[in-house]
């Protein structure tokens, strides 16, 4: 079936560290991939997403590239800020199905 | 525009009782989603809706869950009767089609006792 494995956390980071938080996944049929970010009390916000090989996602300063051949798709940010606190997940949907599968989440803490 | 809206957003019930938790997707969405989330299992959709029918509901953990969507702006999950076990944040979300995105709403924390 589909999967999708991300970092486990929790990530902390002081502000104005480099990110990285891995996702791969493992799809049926052929994926669209997201990024979404959920902030304390609240539901998941979709952060950015790609729909075919060698996309880029883009949003809020983090970016993530659809890569086919290592079926991955890992979030980056240049430079982390305290208001970037939260849980991060990474998610598939595959063609045809409305279904979105999520990973475990990561939890992320910028210390000031 | 308001987005999708959850009540309650908190609910304490003890082992046995009826629970329903509601859903008002975004004006316009056709299609609605139920999720849980738990420590155990992350997130998991439970069911979905396309134009108030029951598409896919092969995440429903079992014959105490039920959902219904009466109309194009309401939907419930019903517990009956709840386990502690069943103590998760449930969400709804709504998209405007196929392969839309999904917007969720703040979820329902539920707790069994």
């Known amino acids: 079936g589909d999967s999708v494995t991300q970092m486990e956390g929790p990530v902390t980071l002081s502000e104005e560290a480099f990110l990285t938080i891995n996702c791969t996944y493992t799809a049926t049929g052929y994926p669209s991939l997201f990024w979404y970010v959920q902030y304390p009390g609240e539901g998941l916000q979709l952060l950015l997403k790609a729909t075919k090989a060698d996309d880029k996602g883009s949003n809020k300063g983090f970016e993530a590239t659809y890569r086919k051949e290592t079926t991955s798709f890992h979030l980056e940010k240049g430079s982390v800020q305290v208001s970037d606190s939260a849980v991060y997940f990474c998610a598939l949907r595959v063609v045809g199905n409305e279904k979105l599968t999520f990973g475990t989440g990561t939890r992320l803490t910028i210390i000031p | 525009d308001a987005g999708v809206i959850q009540s309650p957003r908190h609910e304490v019930t003890e082992m046995g009782q009826e629970v329903t938790l509601r859903c008002k997707p975004i004006?316009?969405?056709?299609?609605l989603f139920w999720y849980r989330q738990t420590m155990m299992r992350g997130l998991e959709l439970l069911i979905y809706f396309n134009n108030n029918v029951p598409i896919d509901d092969s995440g429903m953990p079992e014959d105490r869950f039920s959902a219904k969507m009466p109309n194009a702006s309401f939907s419930t999950l019903k517990i009956q009767p709840s386990e502690p076990r069943d103590s998760a944040v449930y969400f709804c979300?709504?998209?405007?089609?196929?392969?839309?995105?999904?917007?969720f709403g703040p979820g329902t924390r539920l707790l069994v006792l």
């Open positions: 004006s316009g969405h056709d299609y």
């Open positions: 979300a709504s998209s405007t089609g196929t392969g839309e995105t999904q917007y």
